[in-house]
């Protein structure tokens, strides 16, 4: 209880000021991904504030942020362009079906997420290779700076965008600067107010006094198709419970995109769970992230929220405010809903710039600029690894990245200990020959395995020792029921030493001769493979 208090309170005053921070970087970023997956800004703000609280209140990393997201953001947009096409199509059409469609769908991303919690999936994200980590980091910086040229552009009357020219680019990019010296000076005067929060009250008091024309808050809204940063709370969904008629002949696209959107939601949220660790030097609990992700998701399919999972940008804002503790996570998000409820005219004048800048810096302490010091020293492969995934994270999405970077980190580790297998020959003063194995016996290594014995020629008895070696797999252990078998088929004597108990007794579930050929002692290994059970006869 006492620590549970005390990552609520660990900082009261950087926690609350971290958090009011945050919550003015959320704004702009929540309405975009609305944008981006076609629905009301409204919609993405409210999904904001009810991932920012739940996850915060009741996820595994204290000081992390969650909201809506683009990577997610991005797989919505088919579903709700066909749930509209149906709701269209329909008897008594229905406006914005797809949207509906869309609180349906997180109901069941929800409960896929939890369900990973549960059956503690989150634990796995601790195997993600180094080169994996920095190529995340490196490709989502690069994703945040492009997603902020975007800011540089501006809506022509006929409704197309064209990049900022003349003096609007030049306030642009002073004012973007401002903030972002800003941030870099003030922590070497004093580090008791946050930089960021400092810089956007800066450049906000500027453009107000001074009279500036530049993007706002209220005018990016209002931009891409909303009517400013008003609305109310969050209201309960009733309706989705009587639409289920209408995913008839669609619940394979319901559920293909609530896999994917658990997914994606897990990846991102485990992946920045695991860089905020290493920044603060402390360990959360990634199951616990991936229950209170998946209750986060269910709330706002209930309520009428975008959905979304951890977002990197704004949680390493949080930390370099100073919020460390649960408290900063819920000052956003219900700093948050108070701009939605009472300050909206006031949070629509902050400008465009400001919130570019502070995410500018963002960017740069994102980014893993060690990595072209180590490009060069790191081995061929892990070089490899890094570019690709900082390469896929920019032209496809985070999961995908981080998957494939597994992938080939998996690929080469096994090929690499595939090749490590080795048989070591001696024989006996009484004519035995000695076969010494070294090296892991797995699917990778088999043709290797097979490839050092002789059985045609060998001496009529013949010893196989695994005292430096480990049978890992399926594979591994029909690898060595084939040579037994060939040893035997020939008429000689064959004898296995150093096996595990787990070895043994699969060997002689599966032949119950090989208890004839087993030789047990104290020294012997004691190790789990990994395989399926053998009910085959050999």
């Not at 704004?27 to 919609?43: K, L, N, Q, R």
């Not at 509209?84 to 079906?97: F, H, K, R, S, W």
């Not at 059970?533 to 050999?538: C, G, M, R, T």
């Amino acid at each position: 209880m006492e620590r549970i208090f005390r990552n609520f309170t660990f900082n009261p005053k950087d926690d609350i000021l971290s958090g009011i921070t945050v919550a003015l970087a959320l704004v702009p970023e929540a309405v975009a991904f609305a944008f981006v997956a076609g629905i009301d800004p409204m919609v993405g703000l409210y999904g904001a504030f009810m991932m920012g609280l739940i996850t915060s209140m009741f996820g595994g990393r204290p000081g992390m942020i969650s909201g809506a997201t683009g990577a997610m953001a991005v797989v919505m947009v088919h579903l709700i362009h066909k749930g509209n096409e149906v709701g269209l199509t329909l008897q008594d059409p229905i406006e914005n079906l797809g949207l509906q469609w869309l609180f349906i769908t997180l109901l069941f991303t929800g409960m896929f997420q939890a369900l990973a919690g549960v059956l503690r999936l989150g634990k796995f994200v601790r195997l993600i290779p180094h080169p994996v980590m920095m190529g995340f980091v490196n490709g989502l910086a690069i994703v945040i700076f492009l997603s902020q040229l975007g800011m540089f552009k501006t809506t022509t009357p006929d409704g197309s965008q064209k990049w900022l020219d003349g003096s609007a680019l030049f306030i642009m990019l002073a004012l973007v600067a401002l903030t972002m010296g800003i941030m870099v000076i003030l922590p070497k005067i004093t580090k008791k107010i946050p930089a960021a929060l400092t810089a956007i009250l800066v450049v906000t008091g500027v453009t107000i006094f001074s009279g500036m024309n530049v993007s706002t808050v209220g005018s990016f809204i209002r931009e891409g198709g909303g009517v400013g940063l008003e609305g109310s709370l969050p209201t309960f969904q009733a309706q989705i419970f009587e639409l289920y008629a209408t995913l008839e002949g669609h619940w394979e696209l319901i559920l293909s995109t609530a896999v994917i959107l658990a997914a994606i939601g897990l990846i991102e949220s485990l992946m920045t769970l695991n860089l905020i660790d290493e920044m603060t030097e402390t360990r959360g609990s990634g199951n616990r992230e991936c229950i209170a992700q998946g209750g986060a998701n269910i709330l706002n399919g209930l309520f009428g929220g975008m959905g979304g999972c951890a977002m990197i940008g704004q949680s390493i804002i949080n930390i370099n405010s100073g919020g460390r503790g649960r408290l900063s996570g819920m000052v956003a998000a219900l700093a948050l809903l108070s701009f939605i409820l009472f300050a909206g005219p006031a949070i629509e004048q902050v400008p465009i710039a400001a919130l570019v800048g502070v995410m500018f810096m963002v960017v740069i302490g994102t980014f893993a600029w060690s990595s072209f010091r180590i490009l060069n020293k790191i081995p061929f492969s892990d070089a490899v690894v890094l570019i690709a995934v900082s390469a896929i994270t920019v032209w496809q999405d985070l999961a995908i990245a981080v998957i494939a970077g597994v992938i080939i980190s998996a690929l080469v580790f096994a090929w690499k200990n595939a090749t490590m297998i080795r048989a070591r020959k001696r024989t006996k003063e009484d004519g035995t020959k000695v076969y010494e194995i070294w090296g892991p016996l797995f699917f990778g290594s088999v043709q290797a395995f097979n490839a050092k014995f002789d059985p045609r020629n060998d001496p009529k008895r013949v010893e196989i020792d695994f005292i430096e070696s480990r049978v890992s797999d399926h594979s591994g252990i029909e690898a060595l029921q084939n040579i037994v078998n060939k040893y035997l088929d020939q008429g000689k004597k064959v004898q296995l030493t150093h096996l595990s108990p787990d070895c043994q007794g699969l060997l002689l579930k599966a032949n119950p001769r090989f208890a004839e050929i087993i030789e047990t002692s104290v020294d012997d290994p004691r190790y789990y493979v990994v395989t399926d059970q053998l009910d085959q006869e050999v």
